[in-house]
T-cell receptor, first 113, second 118 residues
Framework: KQEVTQIPAALSVPEGENLVLNCSFT??????LQWFRQDPGKGLTSLLL?????REQTSGRLNASLDKSSGRSTLYIAASQPGDSATYLC????????????FGTGTRLTVIP | GAVVSQHPSWVICKSGTSVKIECRSL??????MFWYRQFPKQSLMLMAT?????????EQGVEKDKFLINHASLTLSTLTVTSAHPEDSSFYIC??????????????FGPGTRLTVL
């Protein structure tokens, strides 16, 4: 069974700092990996999706990398802002069907003004 | 972008009553809808997958007679929690995707429904 782990569980940084969130998964035979943002009491917003054949994806201040062989992904946030405060979830998909989508427990990020 | 809504956003009910949660795809036809449950500080767990016009497929450990799912149209799926108990209190999130016209299997998530059973 696929297990997805995110470390740290919580992170506080001062505004402007660059930071890295980590995600690891046990089964390297993934279809894709996705990073989401979840604000308190809200649903999920997709940030970046990396296909299994890709190494990284970038969107604005966000950069996600994927090392499938080692079962790791990182989400890099540059020049953090208070508005980045949220819980960040990574999810891996083993196949095209949603029943193969496994979520991590998330990293709760607080950016201090 | 594709928008998925849920109603209600929060609900409080007494133990033993039933609660219905709606999930709607507002600007696309969702051939498949998914229901997730998220307990505090825990990951999202898939409960069931429903395809329009057919019976839902439930994940192991999810009681299909307790969590009734109906996907009667391409824009609406409902989750009914029957005879709710305090342990059913959770955050329920739906997502929708579409295989029509070669659309990717991207899932679009709703804002979630907070259920509290007293």
């Amino acid at each position: 069974k696929q297990e997805v782990t995110q470390i740290p569980a919580a992170l506080s940084v001062p505004e402007g700092e660059n930071l890295v969130l980590n995600c690891s998964f046990t089964d390297s035979a993934i279809y894709n990996l996705q990073w989401f943002r979840q604000d308190p009491g809200k649903g999920l917003t997709s940030l970046l999706l990396i296909q299994s054949s890709q190494r990284e994806q970038t969107s604005g201040r966000l950069n996600a990398s994927l090392d499938k062989s080692s079962g790791r992904s990182t989400l890099y946030i540059a020049a953090s802002q208070p508005g980045d405060s949220a819980t960040y979830l990574c999810a891996v998909r083993l196949g095209a069907g949603a029943n193969n989508l496994f979520f991590g427990t998330g990293t709760r990020l607080t950016v201090i003004p | 972008g594709a928008v998925v809504s849920q109603h209600p956003s929060w609900v409080i009910c007494k133990s033993g009553t039933s609660v219905k949660i709606e999930c709607r795809s507002l600007d696309f036809q969702a051939t498949t809808m998914f229901w997730y449950r998220q307990f505090p500080k825990q990951s999202l767990m898939l409960m069931a997958t429903s395809n329009e016009g057919s019976k839902a497929t439930y994940e192991q450990g999810v009681e299909k007679d307790k969590f009734l799912i109906n996907h009667a149209s391409l824009t609406l799926s409902t989750l009914t929690v029957t005879s709710a108990h305090p342990e059913d209190s959770s955050f329920y999130i739906c997502s929708a995707s579409s295989w029509l016209a070669g659309v990717t299997d991207t899932q679009y998530f709703g804002p979630g429904t907070r259920l509290t059973v007293l």
